[in-house]
């Protein structure tokens, strides 16, 4: 069974099969005579898909940037203990107060994963601050999307709108997904953004602490 990224969403070319049938954000697409889910439970569907015996053809992150090198990102002990917690799952939200470093955690992630990443941030002033700090550390071509640019790279920092605009059709070429002050999604259509992205690995980088926590 051939699983597969399409314009923000998954596709599994399969027929209709009680294996299949239940798991949860899957929903047959009769215009195309497959499975349809939401790109972001990539991770967990292929997780499900293989517990209940689908066998994967799996063509979901693809991406041919070239990809630089990583210097060592020296960190204070909360921000080592703050990468290690999310190292657990690969996925996570830290809070950590404005000016604590979230950026400098955030280019520890990446250079520890080692794989293609997109950096979403809410302005054009941020876009420049991360590319600005991820060049410290990485040796390699950093992308842009947003302020009149669009340059894909292995490592890419997007604006929050024009990830809305494009990720349908670059939600497959990353593998880890970094949210700067995440507190904005969660009450609107730029949700979106998040959704039509296949990354398994994510992390989520706030100031702001949710409610009740």
């Not at 209940?52 to 002990?77: C, F, Q, T």
């Not at 917690?85 to 250079?111: D, F, I, Y």
């Not at 947003?146 to 340059?151: A, E, S």
Request: hydrophobic share 40%; charged share 25%.
């Amino acid at each position: 069974m051939r699983l597969y990224f399409d314009r923000g969403t998954l596709i599994l070319t399969a027929k209709r099969s009680p294996q299949i049938d239940g798991c949860v954000g899957v929903r047959w697409d009769p215009r195309v005579d497959a499975y349809r889910a939401p790109a972001f439970l990539y991770r967990s569907l292929s997780t499900e898909f293989r517990r209940r015996g689908v066998v994967l053809d799996d063509h979901v992150i693809r991406d041919h940037s070239a990809y630089g090198d990583w210097e060592p990102v020296e960190l204070r002990p909360y921000q080592q203990t703050a990468l290690m917690t999310w190292a657990r799952e690969e996925r996570g939200l830290v809070v950590l107060p404005t000016g604590s470093g979230k950026t400098r955690l955030a280019c520890a992630v990446m250079a520890a994963c080692r794989v293609p990443t997109l950096c979403l941030v809410p302005t054009c002033a941020l876009l420049h601050q991360w590319s600005t700090e991820i060049a410290r550390h990485y040796r390699g071509p950093i992308g842009c999307l947003g302020d009149g640019r669009q340059v894909l790279e292995s490592i890419t920092v997007a604006t929050f709108e024009s990830a809305y605009r494009g990720m349908q059709r670059v939600g497959h070429r990353f593998q880890l997904l970094v949210v700067d002050e995440v507190h904005h999604f969660g009450s609107g259509i730029r949700d979106e953004a998040l959704e039509m992205c296949a990354a398994p690995r994510r992390l989520a980088l706030t100031a702001t602490a949710p409610e009740g926590r």
